[in-house]
């Protein structure tokens, strides 16, 4: 497997304008997790998805967050308009969601990178 | 929420020496995992231990739930393990919201 896959991995944009970042999860996994990196706040994450469904939202910072997941193979999280304090690194993860040992063990993507100007 | 805590926040090692780094938590939790980041940002599962041990190579790594710690242990260290260990927790009254630590930045001189 490829793994998760996240796009693009570096982003320049100026305040003001729409972020859109992509990701797809390992095949077979039914949970995503939208997390974000900064110095000052650490990993926090943002939402997360079971089964396409939106669980918990509760990280995400204001109503210029947003997030979708269309099918069990792609999810978004758009920022609009940005502001140069949502420069950070995104990750998005996904796991495998059962009751068993090795329950929601998270596979990360390699990030993007969002500079806001 | 739960707080996680991880010590040390920072440590040199010369290649080849052992260490221990620690994550404490406030709560019970019924998931619990290691992860390293590398000097490029990739964030890579290390082990999921939410109780007991594991080993894997030169890492190994003990869950003591009852006492709300855990432990990993890196043996003959090398250049490559350097970077970022993060601890994360998981409670199952939270689903599957995993609370992350502040982590230990980890250098180790050739």
């Not at chain 1, 990701?23 to 943002?46: A, D, V």
């Not at chain 2, 707080?3 to 709560?27: H, W």
């Not at chain 2, 190994?60 to 003959?76: C, H, P």
Request: aromatic residues 10%; neutral net charge; glycine residues 8%.
């Amino acid at each position: 497997d490829a793994g998760v896959i996240q796009s693009p991995r570096h982003e320049v944009t100026e305040m003001g304008q729409e972020v859109t970042l992509r990701c797809k999860p390992i095949s077979g996994h039914n949970s995503l997790f939208w997390y974000r990196q900064t110095m000052m706040r650490g990993l926090e994450l943002l939402i997360y998805f079971n089964n396409n469904v939106p669980i918990d939202d509760s990280g995400m910072p204001e109503d210029r967050f947003s997030a979708k997941m269309p099918n069990a193979s792609f999810s978004t999280l758009k920022i609009q308009p940005s502001e140069p304090r949502d420069s950070a690194v995104y990750f998005c993860a996904s796991s495998l969601r059962w009751q068993g040992y090795g329950a929601n063990v998270l596979t990360f993507g390699a990030g993007s990178r969002l500079t806001v100007l | 929420g739960i707080q996680v805590e991880q010590s040390p926040p920072d440590l040199i090692l010369q290649e080849g020496a052992n260490s221990t780094l620690r994550c404490n938590f406030s709560d019970s939790v019924n998931n619990l995992q290691w992860f390293h980041q590398n000097p490029w940002g990739q964030l890579i599962n290390l082990f999921y231990i939410p109780s007991g041990t594991k080993q894997n190579g030169r890492l190994s790594a003990t869950t003591v739930a009852t006492e709300r710690y855990s432990l990993l242990y890196i043996s003959s260290s090398q250049t490559t393990d350097s970077g970022v260990y993060f601890c994360a927790v998981g409670r199952k009254t939270s689903g599957s919201r995993l609370t992350f630590g502040e982590g230990t930045q980890l250098t180790v001189n050739p």
